[in-house]
Structures are given as structure tokens and as C-alpha cells.
């Protein structure tokens, strides 16, 4: 199983960027995808998270407003747009999959981990 995660950047504080996740290697129906973001010395924080199969979308209330995640099922991606950044968005961003709506804001209860995307917000 892999997860690519690309669109990381460096942007100034107010604008946007996108990020892509894609899964491969099984059959990722009845998963969720997440994004978790670890800024330098810190936890790895949840993000958003939307269901595959309905899209069902889920968000930590610090990038409400301001991030929306979706999905194309048929390809098993998810979307993280991103606009109105700030500074204290910087950080690496982890896109994961689960199995299962429990504990989706707890990292380890996610199956399947992409590589991190670098995020830096200038001010």
C-alpha cells in the first residue's frame, strides 16, 4: 500500500496551496482519508478527514473556514485545499488512510501513512 502526497511549498501569508493525496495497492473502499500536519518540536495534529464512499468531511477547528478537503473515490485521492494561510499553518503535512470513523482525529489509530509535504507560511 502507498500513499503519494505532493503540493507542499512555500507561500505568503494569505494564500493558498494545494495538496493531493493518492492511495494505491488495495481496495480502499469503506476508508477514510485524513490530513495531519507536525510542525518542528511539536505532535502531529489532525487536520481534516473525509469518507471515500459519501464524502463526509471532518475538520480541526483551526482550519475551518479556511481549508476544505474532498475527494475522488474513483481514483482513492483526497484534496486538501488551503487558502487564507498563516504562519502558524507551517508545518509538514502527513496525508493517512483508515479503515472505520473512530478515533479518526488520533494518528495512531490510522492504517497507512504518506510521506510528509513540506508547508511554509511566510509573513
Known amino acids: 500500500v502507498q500513499l503519494q502526497a505532493c503540493g507542499g511549498g512555500l507561500v505568503q501569508a494569505g494564500g493558498f496551496l494545494r495538496l493531493s493525496c493518492a492511495a494505491s495497492?488495495?481496495?480502499?473502499?469503506?476508508?477514510?482519508m485524513g490530513w495531519f500536519r507536525q510542525a518542528p518540536g511539536k505532535e502531529r495534529d489532525f487536520v481534516a478527514a473525509?469518507?471515500?464512499?459519501?464524502?463526509?468531511?471532518y475538520y480541526a477547528d483551526s482550519v475551518k473556514g479556511r481549508f476544505t478537503i474532498s475527494r475522488n473515490s474513483a481514483k482513492n485521492a483526497a484534496y486538501l485545499q488551503m487558502s487564507s494561510l498563516e504562519p502558524e499553518d507551517t508545518a509538514v503535512y502527513y496525508c493517512?488512510?483508515?479503515?472505520?470513523?473512530?478515533?479518526?482525529?488520533?494518528?495512531?489509530?490510522?492504517?497507512?501513512w504518506g510521506q510528509g509535504t513540506q508547508v511554509t507560511v511566510s509573513s
Open positions: 473525509i469518507t471515500l464512499s459519501d464524502g463526509t468531511t
Open positions: 495497492g488495495r481496495t480502499f473502499s469503506g476508508f477514510i
Open positions: 493517512a488512510a483508515k479503515q472505520g470513523s473512530g478515533y479518526m482525529k488520533r494518528p495512531d489509530s490510522y492504517d497507512y
